[in-house]
C-alpha cells in the first residue's frame, strides 16, 4: 500500500492560476502542495501569454471595474455568468497592483503610472504589458520567485495526477504518476484546487503548451463535478501560418498589430472583414469570434491564400517604422527567412483558448466538498467568446480566490479520513496500458491501433476538422461517434513499459484526458444548434433567443448527461 | 530520375546513467523551415514513441524545457534546424541525467 503524502491544500497545475492559488493558500497560514506535470511555472499557458491583462486600474485614462464587466459580457454575447464575470472584473486592479509590488515589471507612463494600451472589445485602454512579446513569461517569472519565498508552498514537478480520490461525493486529494521515477504517488488533502488549464491541445494548430491537454476537465468530470459552456472553444485568427516560423510564439502577430496595423487580406489581395459585419482598413478592432469565421469563410469560397488562411500584410510600413517597434524581432525574422517589407506572412485560425470548463461558484467552489478551481479550467465567465487580456487576469483573480476558499475551507472541515483501497484501486489505471504494452512486445507486435502518439494526431486532425471554428451538425455526429469508438477502444491502446520519464505512458494519459474533454466539446456543440460567438455552425448560422442559455455536462456512469441550464446568479 | 524528397536526420543518445553508450539514428520528411524539435517529434509518432524528449510550448522558445547538446553545443532543440547532415542530439552534461534527452532541470526547486 503506497502511503499518501499529507498537505493542507493540494493545487494540481503550476501555471499563473496554480502559481496564485498557493502562495494565497500559504498566506492564509495553510501547507500546500503544488504539483505540475510540466516543470513549475514553466509549463502551462501563463507562459506562452506574450501579450497584455486586462484591468481596470485607470492609469492610462479614467476607467472603472463596472465598464470592464459591461465590455466582457457584451464580449460573452449573452452567456457569461454574470457573477464570475463581475468578480473578474471587480478583483482584476488589486491583482495587478499585487504583481506589480512582487516586481513584475509591468510598463510604465511617463508619470510612472502603469502604461495600458486598448484592445479589441475593450471601451477603455485597460491592458498593461511587460514587453508586448513577453508578458508572460515575466508573470510566470514573478510568480516562480513568489511561490519558492513561500516556506509553505513545496513544489513538485513532473507529477502526472490521473485521478481525483472522491468518496461519498467529497474530494480526499489525489493519486499520480510520478514521470522521474515511474512510481505511483497518493496525495491526501483536505482541500484540492485543479489548475490545470486548458484543452487547446485538441486541436491540429494550437498556440498553448503541449501540455494543455483538458487535464482538468477530465478530472473534474470523472470527479462527478458539472462543466459548462464546453463548446465554446476559443480560436485565435491570425495565428502565423506560413512561411514556417520556429522560436516565436505563433499569436506574435498581434502585437504587430496593436503597433502597426498592418492589412488583413485574402487571397486575392483585397480586404474582407467588411463582408462579415466588421472592418479592418488596417485597424485592429474586430472580435476573434468575428476574423476566424470570416477567414475561414473566405477559405471555403476560394479566396484563400495558398496555405489556407489570410495574408497579412505589413509591407506599406517602412523598414524604419519596423524596427522602431520591434527591432530583436524584426532579426529573428529574417533569420526565419521572413522580410515583413518584402512578403506578407499567412495567418490562419488556432485553437488559443477554452472558454468553457469546470462550474465554479465565486468562490471557485465546485459543488463538491473540498474541490475548487483556478483559470482557464474554471468555465463560464467569458461566455460564447472571451475579451482579448481577459485571461491573465482570470489567471490571478480566480486563482487567488480559489486559494483563499480552499484555506477557509481547510479551517472549516479539517482533514477527511483517507481511502487507501480507493486511492489504489485509481492509481492502478496508468498499469494497464503497460500491461499491454508488455504482452505486445511478447508478442513482436505494435499494440491495437497504434501509439498514442499517433492517435493524439488523429484526433487533433479530427477536431479541428469537425469541432473547430465551423461546424456543422453531421460533421459534429460523426466526430462523435469516433470519439466514442476511441473512449472504447483506450483500453486496447498500450504503452512501453520503459522508465523513467515515460513518454509513451504520458501521451496515453494525455490521450484518456484529450478523449473524455473531445467528447465534452463536441456533445455540447452538437447540441447548440445555433451560432453564437466562438461557436458556428454553417447549419443554423444565426443566434437564437431561446438559446441563451449554459449546456451543463456532468458524467453519469460512462455517458455524459446534457443539460440546459438558465443563466446562473451566483451571489459574489 | 525523380529526385528523393529531402529528408531530416537526428542521431539522439539513447538509455540512461549507468548504460553503454548508444544511439539511435532516423530519418522523418523534411519541412522546409522545421526545428530539429519538429524532427524528433516526429520520430516519437512514426518510429519510436519510447524516445524520452522534454519539452512544454511548442516551437516558442517559452519554456526552455528543451535544452539539450546539440552537435556537441547546448541549445533549444526548438530553435536549432535539420541541416543536411546528420544532428547529434544528447541531454545536457552536469544535470541529473534521467533517460534519452530528458535531464533534471528543477533541482533548485524544494522537493525538486
Request: proline share 5%.
Amino acid at each position: 500500500m503506497v502511503t499518501p503524502k499529507r498537505t493542507e491544500v493540494l493545487v494540481i497545475g503550476a501555471g499563473g492560476a496554480g502559481m496564485y492559488a498557493a502562495i494565497a493558500a500559504a498566506r492564509a497560514g495553510r501547507d500546500v502542495l503544488l504539483l505540475d506535470k510540466s516543470l513549475i511555472g514553466r509549463g502551462g499557458a501563463t507562459i506562452m501569454a506574450q501579450m497584455t491583462v486586462s484591468a481596470a486600474i485607470g492609469h492610462a485614462e479614467p476607467d472603472d471595474p463596472d465598464l470592464h464587466y459591461a465590455d466582457t459580457l457584451r464580449a460573452g454575447r449573452g452567456l457569461c455568468n454574470p457573477a464570475l464575470a463581475r468578480a473578474l472584473c471587480a478583483d482584476g486592479p488589486a491583482r495587478i497592483l499585487e504583481m506589480d509590488a512582487w516586481g513584475a515589471g509591468w510598463a510604465r507612463q511617463a508619470d510612472g503610472r502603469l502604461a495600458q494600451v486598448h484592445a479589441p472589445g475593450h471601451s477603455r485602454r485597460r491592458c498593461v504589458y511587460v514587453d508586448p512579446l513577453n508578458t508572460g513569461p515575466a508573470v510566470a517569472r514573478t510568480l516562480q520567485a513568489r511561490v519558492a519565498q513561500e516556506a509553505r508552498v513545496r513544489r513538485v514537478s513532473n507529477l502526472v495526477v490521473t485521478d481525483l480520490v472522491v468518496r461519498d461525493g467529497c474530494c480526499l486529494g489525489a493519486v499520480a504518476v510520478d514521470l522521474n521515477t515511474g512510481e505511483p504517488r497518493h496525495f491526501h488533502a483536505a482541500a484540492t484546487v485543479l489548475a490545470a488549464g486548458g484543452l487547446t491541445r485538441l486541436f491540429r494548430r494550437n498556440s498553448a503548451s503541449a501540455n494543455m491537454t483538458g487535464d482538468a476537465y477530465a478530472l473534474a468530470l470523472r470527479a462527478g463535478a458539472a462543466l459548462v459552456d464546453m463548446e465554446f472553444v476559443q480560436f485565435f485568427p491570425i495565428a502565423h501560418l506560413a512561411p514556417r516560423l520556429v522560436g516565436m510564439d505563433p499569436i506574435m502577430w498581434d502585437p504587430f498589430r496593436y503597433k502597426l496595423g498592418g492589412r488583413l487580406l485574402n487571397g486575392e489581395m483585397a480586404e474582407f472583414l467588411d463582408r462579415y459585419g466588421s472592418s479592418d482598413a488596417g485597424q485592429y478592432v474586430a472580435t476573434r469570434d468575428v476574423v476566424s469565421h470570416a477567414i475561414l469563410a473566405e477559405v471555403a469560397a476560394g479566396r484563400g491564400s495558398p496555405h489556407g488562411g489570410a495574408y497579412l500584410d505589413f509591407r506599406h510600413v517602412p523598414d524604419a517604422s519596423l524596427r522602431a517597434a520591434f527591432g530583436p524581432v524584426i532579426d529573428r525574422l529574417l533569420k526565419n527567412g521572413i522580410d515583413l517589407t518584402q512578403t506578407p506572412v499567412e495567418v490562419s485560425p488556432m485553437a488559443h483558448y477554452h472558454m468553457g470548463g469546470i462550474r465554479c461558484d465565486t468562490q471557485m467552489a465546485t459543488g463538491l466538498p473540498g474541490l475548487y478551481a483556478a483559470g482557464e479550467a474554471v468555465g463560464g465567465a467569458h461566455g460564447a467568446n472571451r475579451l482579448s487580456g481577459n485571461a491573465i487576469t482570470e489567471a490571478f483573480v480566480f486563482g487567488e480566490r480559489a486559494g483563499r476558499a480552499a484555506a477557509a475551507w481547510v479551517q472549516q472541515a479539517g482533514l477527511t479520513a483517507w481511502d487507501g483501497a480507493l486511492a489504489a484501486e485509481l492509481a492502478a489505471v496508468p498499469q494497464r496500458p503497460l500491461a499491454v504494452g508488455r504482452a505486445a512486445a511478447a508478442h513482436k507486435g505494435a499494440g491495437a491501433g497504434g501509439s498514442p502518439a499517433q492517435l493524439i494526431a488523429t484526433l487533433q486532425a479530427l477536431m479541428a476538422d469537425q469541432v473547430g471554428p465551423v461546424r456543422t451538425g453531421a460533421g459534429l455526429e460523426q466526430a462523435l461517434e469516433q470519439i466514442r469508438a476511441w473512449q472504447r477502444h483506450l483500453s486496447e491502446i498500450g504503452a512501453a513499459d520503459v522508465h523513467p520519464f515515460n513518454t509513451d505512458l504520458l501521451d496515453w494519459l494525455d490521450l484518456r484526458n484529450l478523449l473524455a474533454t473531445a467528447e465534452a466539446v463536441t456533445a455540447a456543440a452538437l447540441a447548440r444548434q445555433e451560432s453564437r460567438g466562438a461557436h458556428f455552425r454553417t447549419d443554423f448560422p444565426e443566434s437564437r433567443e431561446q438559446a441563451t442559455a449554459n449546456v451543463v455536462l456532468r458524467r453519469c456512469g460512462a455517458a455524459l448527461d446534457l443539460r440546459w441550464t438558465p443563466l446562473e446568479e451566483v451571489r459574489v | 530520375m525523380s529526385e528523393e524528397p529531402r529528408r531530416a536526420t537526428v542521431r539522439v543518445r539513447r538509455g540512461g546513467p549507468g548504460e553503454p553508450p548508444r544511439y539511435d539514428e532516423w530519418s522523418v520528411p523534411y519541412e522546409e523551415g522545421m526545428s530539429v524539435l519538429d524532427a524528433l517529434l516526429q520520430v516519437r509518432q512514426l518510429h519510436d514513441p519510447t524516445l524520452a524528449v522534454r519539452y512544454s510550448c511548442l516551437n516558442a522558445n517559452a519554456c526552455k524545457e528543451c535544452s539539450a547538446l546539440i552537435d556537441g553545443k547546448a541549445g533549444y532543440l526548438c530553435t536549432a534546424r535539420p541541416g543536411d547532415q546528420p544532428v547529434t542530439c544528447e541531454p545536457l552534461p552536469r544535470k541529473p541525467w534521467l533517460r534519452d534527452l530528458v535531464v533534471d532541470l528543477n533541482s533548485s526547486g524544494k522537493g525538486g
